[in-house]
């Protein structure tokens, strides 16, 4: 069957080679924002949720993939995502083997920020939202610190992509570049879409979902935003109510969030360290900034 152009809701059968594209990750490194600067170029179309999970066989796989495709927006010249979920390996494994199988010519997007600093962003956040309650002295003997400490074991994630994809089709972006030199990531990041790179972003300066603008919310909040039925209401409502509930929301007390020990970070680069001289000879960067 002739392949049609762009992103359409058809099957995956009858899509152009170079016309999907997936941010894998990671966690807290700045996918929200990437994702919401490449929705800003004429040529791209994102899903209509950022995180479509599908490629989860816990979450939405069995839906089947004419389900995902029809996430996207029809007429654009790309199409992609971005779940940071699927560099989650220890906690869902399986996840490039059914990427490849649906879409073996995707391109990658792979955004990477300090390891140490990923670990630590994604425990506070979690303790923001009342995901988890374990005190710092016992988070790396904990099943959610294990499972943080893989998320920051980028070679080992990595690894799992490159059994399928070759390194070529996988672009690491640096979380730092991201926040101190946007528009040259985002040039090198369309080049490498196929999509024209000398368009210019508005409004970089912006960061989405920071932890700063979840603190003043409830605990509470966070449980039921996590309701399947609440989250559909969500998306009924106009952004403008939204922003005006959370006001109102935080008005309640705070939460106390720790400061982080040092001991805890001289732990994590311990544990980090072999893993990331692993990713820096397989991508070439030296990621000089970061603290190991």
Not at 7 to 19: I, K, L, Y
Not at 68 to 86: D, K, R
Not at 157 to 163: A, E, K, S, W
């Amino acid at each position: 069957m002739k392949a049609e152009s762009g992103c359409a809701s058809v099957g995956m059968r009858e899509r152009p080679a170079t016309s999907h594209f997936i941010i894998i990750g990671a966690m807290k490194c700045g996918t929200t924002s990437l994702y919401r600067y490449l929705g800003a170029h004429p040529d791209v179309g994102l899903s209509r949720e950022k995180e479509t999970d599908f490629f989860l066989a816990e979450r939405n796989f069995a839906r089947g993939v004419d389900w995902y495709f029809s996430q996207f927006s029809a007429g654009a010249q790309v199409c992609g995502e971005a779940s940071p979920n699927y560099t989650k390996y220890s906690e869902f494994p399986g996840v490039p083997e059914r990427i490849f199988k649906t879409s073996p010519n995707a391109k990658l997007v792979y955004i990477v920020r300090d390891p140490v600093d990923r670990f630590l962003s994604q425990y506070l956040h979690h303790l923001t939202t009342g995901e988890v309650r374990i005190p710092q002295h016992e988070i790396l003997k904990s099943e959610a610190g294990r499972n943080y400490l893989a998320c920051s074991r980028y070679y080992q994630q990595m690894v799992q992509y490159l059994r399928f994809y070759p390194q070529d089709r996988i672009f690491v972006a640096s979380f730092d570049e991201l926040c101190d030199a946007p528009q040259a990531l985002l040039r090198r990041l369309f080049a490498f879409l196929g999509v024209d790179s000398e368009v210019t972003i508005e409004d970089l300066g912006r960061v989405y979902n920071q932890r700063s603008e979840l603190e003043g919310l409830p605990a509470w909040y966070f449980q039921a935003r996590r309701s399947p039925f609440l989250r559909a209401m969500k998306h009924r409502l106009p952004p403008s109510v939204q922003s005006g509930l959370k006001e109102q929301l935080r008005r309640w007390p705070q939460r106390q969030i720790p400061v982080i020990d040092e001991e805890l970070r001289a732990s994590l680069r311990g544990l980090l360290r072999e893993d990331v001289s692993r990713f820096r000879q397989v991508t070439g960067i030296p990621f000089d900034s970061w603290s190991l």
